[in-house]
């Protein structure tokens, strides 16, 4: 059974930063890994994914250049490091689990989901 708790989120000023963090246990060292994120009244949107050994990371354009995505196997965590954090990246982010080698960017995708961790920035 695969879980996936994330944490790290909180209230932080614009151009602040946060790192977030998904602890999974079962057999994830495998899977790609992804972060999402939902805003009130919005859909869940993509914001980075990994591969298994962290040999390839995507980005929205939004975040490109601010976040990076990277991954732990020994110690079965992903994180999520957000630099230069803007009111708009407001939003509760949710970690993702696919059972496969590629990188998803869309959330049907993954197959396992976390409960998500609130961030939000101030302006």
């Known amino acids: 059974q695969v879980q996936l708790v994330e944490s790290g989120g909180g209230l932080v000023q614009a151009g602040g930063s946060l790192r977030l963090s998904c602890a999974c246990s079962?057999?994830?060292?495998?899977?790609?890994m992804g972060w999402f994120r939902q805003a009130p009244g919005k859909e869940r949107e993509f914001v980075a994914a990994?591969?298994?050994?962290?040999?390839?990371?995507t980005y929205a354009d939004s975040v490109k250049g601010r976040f990076t995505i990277s991954r732990d196997n020994r110690k079965s965590t992903v994180y999520l490091q957000m630099n230069s954090l803007k009111p708009e990246d407001t939003a509760d982010y949710y970690c993702?689990?696919?059972?496969?080698?590629?990188?998803?960017?869309?959330?049907?995708?993954?197959?396992?989901w976390g409960q998500g961790t609130q961030v939000t920035v101030s302006s």
């Open positions: 993702a689990g696919a059972r496969i080698s590629q990188v998803p960017m869309s959330p049907g995708g993954y197959n396992y």
């Open positions: 079962g057999r994830t060292f495998s899977y790609a």
């Open positions: 990994i591969n298994w050994n962290g040999g390839i990371t």
